[in-house]
């Protein structure tokens, strides 16, 4: 563990306003809270960032079909979502949205610096025209039959897997009116990639022994296929308008809108909190940068915010640590809305206990592969919790007869066990092995009730007095330090027992209680569960 504080910015993916947050998007984005708590444990200066990713078509097409404008769907999206790390406990310095008007005036400037350092430039290519609607027509807003499995599909993808070419487009309905369109020369702007592969390579060599594999790999398949020029601009009326003379009529590409979000909400904070955001995004300060998704957001964090940030030529930090999950299924099926196969998040708060859900998605998340959700596995994890800090926690603290933490000595093997336990798991955390920490504080977990076990305090209360206060205060220090590495995990519940031993605030180091705190008004950390 590095001794020296931190800047540390952690940004979690940005949801889009388009659906409800289900247990894979939570699965996804819990570990930039796990980071983010332990950060502050071990006294770093953290800026947690997030927020609604509220522009693009599939808002607007969802718009058409309600009858209500866009911004009002993302809204209610936005409301939502908050509602969601809010009940999830989620700790953002800031969440907040791309509708924002801090966010658009900051993303508007950093577009037009990056075109007037010759990165962005005007492309004229054939596109699909409709006559009717006297409009480009996006991808996803076109309807054909798939020349691969001959079913109808949008333009954007078909469900069998095929992508349409352009070729494939030409002829394509109009989704929004019915008429066949026609192909017409349409002007973009577009981000040179090409431009900037050497520099993303260069980066990409030196930071990508701290990714997740899956990050590696997908970030190699696209460097070694040579990064290709990327629209950024489209014909749109919803999004942020382009700060460029000539394209009033058109908006910028959701993704980059989105990416640029860490940055100017960073910004926001700092502007909000007295405080320097150079001092977390800029070079040459004792920085770090963990980018927290899924695995289909990889080459945004890991080429195209690079790339955005690299041709600002501003000396700005890049990215040092991609975390990106696999996918978790539910009941050994994708999450899927119009199937119903799934829990969103909302509905697995009203039935689940937030803390042990928290845990459950670490411990069987789909850290380094696909995972698979399931209620009977959740209640067996939070059961086991139950039974073994719940348990040690109520044996120890309601001791009948016992109305303080005893006066005795801490048992200095114990001790030690615990020193080193905070020094592994840090490591352990530096690496981003979050299901290799639940399992180390649960065999810790074991050890402790083991421990209480061979002591056996209802023989050593009649025999040995001096002893059995010895065990309990020890136990006591045991649930003490517990409070400290359960809480990236499981706030709440570490909550309380703070408050059972008058402990200040969670930290991360070896902590020992006072005597003679009184134990009152103790109460069951969790109830057990039933498949029922």
Known sequence: ???????????????????SLHLGHLAGLISGDILARYHRQIGDEVIYVS???????????????????????????????CKVFETMNFSYDLYTKTESDFHQKEVKDIFKRIYDNGYIYEKIEPDNFCEHCNKFVADRELKLICPKCGNETKGDQCDCGHVPTKEELKGAICADCGNVTTIKDNKNLYIDLPKLQKEIEEYVEKKEMNWRKNAQNETEKYLKEGLRERAVTR??????????????DKRMYVWIDAVLGYLTTTKKYCEDNNLNWEEWWKNGYNNKMYMVHGKDNITFHSLILPGLLLALKDNYKLPDMIVSTEYLNFNDQKFSKSKGI????????????????????????????????????????????????????????????????PNGKMDMEVKEKIEKIYIE????????????????????????????????????????????????????????????????????????????????????????????????????????????
């Open 342 to 405: 799934g829990m969103t998040v909302l509905e697995a708060a009203e039935q689940f206990n937030i803390d042990t859900l928290r845990f459950h998605l670490i411990k069987n998340g789909p850290e380094r592969k696909d995972t698979n959700f399931t209620v009977d596995e959740y209640i067996a994890t939070h059961n086991e919790i139950t039974n073994k800090l719940g348990n040690f926690v109520n044996r120890t603290l309601k001791y009948k007869g016992i109305e303080k933490v």
């Open 425 to 532: 798991i840090s490591e352990l955390m530096e690496k981003l092995e979050f299901r290799e920490i639940t399992n180390k504080i649960m065999i810790l977990l074991d050890d402790a009730n083991k421990y209480y076990d061979e002591k056996k305090p209802w023989i050593q209360i009649k025999e040995d007095i001096s002893e059995f206060n010895n065990t309990i205060y020890t136990c006591c220090n045991i649930i003490a330090n517990l409070s400290n590495l359960f809480e990236p995990f499981m706030p709440q519940t570490t909550e309380k027992i703070r408050k059972y031993l008058e402990i200040e605030k969670a930290t991360w180091e070896y902590i020992e209680v006072k005597p003679d705190i009184e134990l009152k008004n103790i109460e069951a950390l969790f109830e057990r569960m039933t498949t029922k």
């Open 1 to 19: 563990m590095e001794n020296q504080k931190r800047k540390v910015v952690i940004g979690g993916a940005w949801p889009y306003a388009n659906s």
């Open 235 to 248: 014909d749109l009326n919803w999004g942020i308008d382009i700060p460029v003379d000539g394209y009033e």
């Open 51 to 81: 927020g609604t990713d509220c522009h693009g078509t599939p808002i607007t097409e969802r718009a058409k079909k309600e009858g209500i404008t866009p911004k009002e769907i993302a809204e209610n999206y936005h409301k939502e979502f």
